[in-house]
């Protein structure tokens, strides 16, 4: 059974940075697809950023580069930098993982089993 532990949210004003942490056990995640979501207040679930098994990744447009996504195997560790924070960033951030999923699904939020309890982010103007 994987766990998944989110970490590093908190507040901070627009234009800072935060780098969210999600520390997996359970398994090894180095054949897993991740993911990290988010969701606001009244807003459904937004897919952000996945990574595969080999690293190949990919961010939602809408985020236009201010965020990345990293693993490290070793450490069983998922991450996500974020920069150039704004207040519409402000959400709930989830991390995901599943042993495999379709190429043109990995930022749907149904594709994946395993969830984090979610770490909290909030950015004021």
């Known amino acids: 059974q994987v766990q998944l532990v989110e970490s590093g949210g908190g507040s901070v004003q627009a234009g800072g940075s935060l780098r969210l942490s999600c520390a997996a056990s359970?398994?090894?995640?180095?054949?897993?697809?991740m993911a990290w979501f988010r969701q606001a207040p009244g807003k459904e679930r937004e897919g952000v950023a996945h990574?595969?098994?080999?690293?190949?990744?990919r961010h939602a447009k809408s985020l236009k580069g201010r965020f990345t996504i990293s693993r490290d195997d070793a450490t069983n560790t998922l991450y996500l930098q974020m920069n150039s924070l704004k207040p519409e960033d402000t959400a709930m951030y989830y991390c995901a993982a599943n042993f495999f999923v379709d190429r043109g699904k990995r930022l749907w939020g149904t594709e994946y089993s395993y969830w984090g309890q979610g770490t909290q982010v909030t950015v004021s103007s």
């Open positions: 990574i595969d098994s080999d690293g190949r990744s």
């Open positions: 359970g398994a090894s995640l180095s054949n897993y697809c």
